[in-house]
């Protein structure tokens, strides 16, 4: 079983930065779980932002935020982060932190992940 908090939210305004972190806390190995970033914009699902595997080697990203996010992980803290630069109101939303079993791949479905933080609110204003 896997316990996660997220922090770093908050309330900025477009084509600022901003870095979220998930800090993990197991009794097995951080390192045997996949982690991924979800979202939930407002009366909106929850979609997928990015994943990585338990290595670090393998990435995955929504295109909508390709080349203005990036996802990595330290095994050594039991963290993952997710860089958000360029800013956009439409990233507004709140952020889920989520680990499962994924293995070697850095999935991009809810249903790959077991263990969910309760998220932290992102607010991009224009």
């Known amino acids: 079983q896997v316990h996660v908090v997220e922090s770093g939210g908050g309330l900025v305004q477009a084509g600022a930065s901003l870095r979220l972190s998930c800090a993990a806390s197991?009794?097995?190995?951080?390192?045997?779980?996949?982690m991924a970033w979800f979202r939930q914009p407002p009366g909106k699902e929850r979609e997928f932002v990015a994943a990585?595997?338990?290595?670090?080697?393998?990435?995955s990203y929504a295109d909508s935020v390709k080349d203005r996010f990036t996802i990595s992980r330290d095994n050594a803290k039991n963290t993952v982060y997710l860089q958000m630069n360029s800013l956009k109101p439409e990233d507004t939303a709140v952020y889920y932190c989520?680990?499962?079993?994924?293995?070697?791949?850095?999935?991009?479905?809810?249903?790959?992940?077991?263990?969910w933080g309760q998220g932290t609110q992102v607010t991009v204003s224009s």
């Open positions: 990585i595997n338990l290595s670090g080697g393998r990435t």
């Open positions: 989520a680990a499962g079993r994924t293995g070697l791949h850095a999935l991009r479905s809810v249903t790959g992940y077991d263990y």
């Open positions: 197991t009794r097995t190995s951080f390192s045997s779980y996949g």
